[in-house]
Nanobody, 124 residues
Protein backbone atom coordinates (compact mmCIF):
# COMPACT_ATOMS: atom_id res chain seq x y z
CA UNK A 1 0.00 0.00 0.00
CA UNK A 2 1.37 3.40 -0.96
CA UNK A 3 1.29 6.21 1.56
CA UNK A 4 1.84 9.87 0.80
CA UNK A 5 2.38 12.47 3.50
CA UNK A 6 2.52 16.18 2.72
CA UNK A 7 4.13 18.77 4.93
CA UNK A 8 5.36 22.34 4.79
CA UNK A 9 2.17 24.32 4.46
CA UNK A 10 1.49 27.48 6.39
CA UNK A 11 0.73 31.17 6.28
CA UNK A 12 2.89 33.46 4.17
CA UNK A 13 2.64 36.99 2.86
CA UNK A 14 2.20 37.70 -0.82
CA UNK A 15 5.54 37.57 -2.57
CA UNK A 16 6.90 35.04 -0.13
CA UNK A 17 7.95 31.42 -0.55
CA UNK A 18 7.09 28.02 0.83
CA UNK A 19 8.39 24.55 0.13
CA UNK A 20 6.02 21.62 0.38
CA UNK A 21 7.22 18.06 0.78
CA UNK A 22 5.54 14.81 -0.20
CA UNK A 23 7.08 11.75 1.44
CA UNK A 24 6.20 8.48 -0.26
CA UNK A 25 6.40 4.99 1.18
CA UNK A 26 5.18 1.50 0.54
CA UNK A 27 6.68 0.49 -2.79
CA UNK A 28 9.36 1.37 -5.27
CA UNK A 29 8.36 4.28 -7.47
CA UNK A 30 10.58 4.07 -10.51
CA UNK A 31 7.61 3.82 -12.88
CA UNK A 32 5.40 6.45 -11.39
CA UNK A 33 4.41 10.08 -11.56
CA UNK A 34 3.86 12.35 -8.58
CA UNK A 35 1.41 15.15 -9.11
CA UNK A 36 0.72 18.24 -7.06
CA UNK A 37 -2.85 19.50 -6.91
CA UNK A 38 -4.67 22.20 -5.01
CA UNK A 39 -8.21 22.94 -4.02
CA UNK A 40 -9.48 26.31 -2.92
CA UNK A 41 -12.78 26.70 -1.02
CA UNK A 42 -15.72 26.33 -3.36
CA UNK A 43 -13.55 25.33 -6.30
CA UNK A 44 -12.66 22.10 -8.00
CA UNK A 45 -9.35 20.42 -7.38
CA UNK A 46 -6.86 21.51 -10.01
CA UNK A 47 -3.43 20.39 -11.06
CA UNK A 48 -0.37 22.43 -10.17
CA UNK A 49 2.17 20.19 -11.85
CA UNK A 50 3.73 16.77 -11.92
CA UNK A 51 7.08 15.01 -12.06
CA UNK A 52 8.08 11.70 -13.55
CA UNK A 53 9.97 9.76 -10.91
CA UNK A 54 12.36 8.23 -13.42
CA UNK A 55 14.19 10.96 -15.27
CA UNK A 56 12.58 13.88 -13.48
CA UNK A 57 10.60 15.37 -16.37
CA UNK A 58 8.11 17.93 -15.16
CA UNK A 59 4.87 19.57 -16.17
CA UNK A 60 3.31 22.77 -14.81
CA UNK A 61 -0.01 24.45 -15.24
CA UNK A 62 0.25 27.88 -16.83
CA UNK A 63 -0.65 29.85 -13.71
CA UNK A 64 2.40 28.65 -11.79
CA UNK A 65 5.04 28.46 -14.52
CA UNK A 66 8.12 30.41 -13.58
CA UNK A 67 7.07 30.57 -9.91
CA UNK A 68 6.77 26.93 -8.79
CA UNK A 69 9.31 24.16 -9.17
CA UNK A 70 8.83 20.44 -8.59
CA UNK A 71 11.83 18.30 -7.73
CA UNK A 72 12.51 14.92 -6.17
CA UNK A 73 15.03 13.27 -3.90
CA UNK A 74 15.30 9.64 -4.92
CA UNK A 75 17.15 8.59 -1.79
CA UNK A 76 14.46 10.01 0.47
CA UNK A 77 11.48 9.06 -1.73
CA UNK A 78 10.36 12.65 -1.38
CA UNK A 79 9.00 15.11 -3.90
CA UNK A 80 9.12 18.85 -3.30
CA UNK A 81 7.04 21.76 -4.48
CA UNK A 82 9.00 24.99 -4.19
CA UNK A 83 6.61 27.92 -4.40
CA UNK A 84 8.00 31.41 -4.95
CA UNK A 85 6.34 34.77 -5.58
CA UNK A 86 3.19 33.51 -3.91
CA UNK A 87 -0.09 35.28 -4.57
CA UNK A 88 -3.32 35.33 -2.56
CA UNK A 89 -4.94 33.28 -5.33
CA UNK A 90 -2.50 30.46 -4.53
CA UNK A 91 -4.33 29.94 -1.24
CA UNK A 92 -5.64 26.37 -1.16
CA UNK A 93 -5.18 22.94 0.32
CA UNK A 94 -2.32 21.33 -1.57
CA UNK A 95 -2.26 17.60 -2.23
CA UNK A 96 0.28 15.26 -3.70
CA UNK A 97 -0.83 12.18 -5.56
CA UNK A 98 0.77 9.20 -7.27
CA UNK A 99 -0.12 7.36 -10.43
CA UNK A 100 1.57 4.30 -11.90
CA UNK A 101 3.03 4.77 -15.32
CA UNK A 102 5.00 7.55 -16.93
CA UNK A 103 2.43 9.85 -18.47
CA UNK A 104 2.54 13.35 -17.05
CA UNK A 105 -1.09 14.23 -16.64
CA UNK A 106 -3.18 16.71 -14.72
CA UNK A 107 -6.32 14.58 -14.67
CA UNK A 108 -7.19 13.82 -11.06
CA UNK A 109 -9.02 10.61 -11.99
CA UNK A 110 -5.80 9.10 -13.29
CA UNK A 111 -4.07 9.26 -9.92
CA UNK A 112 -4.29 6.23 -7.66
CA UNK A 113 -3.10 7.44 -4.26
CA UNK A 114 -3.52 10.76 -2.47
CA UNK A 115 -2.05 12.44 0.55
CA UNK A 116 -4.11 14.13 3.23
CA UNK A 117 -3.33 17.66 2.07
CA UNK A 118 -1.62 20.66 3.61
CA UNK A 119 -3.05 24.17 3.88
CA UNK A 120 -1.29 27.07 2.19
CA UNK A 121 -2.59 30.54 2.96
CA UNK A 122 -1.18 33.62 1.24
CA UNK A 123 -2.13 36.94 2.78
CA UNK A 124 -2.26 40.16 0.79
Amino acid sequence: QVQLVESGGGLVQAGGSLRLSCAASGRTFSSSVIGWFRQAPGKEREVVGAIRWSGGSTYYTDSVKGRFTISRDNAKYTVYLQMNSLKPEDTAVYYCALRWGTALTGETRRYDYWGQGTQVTVSS
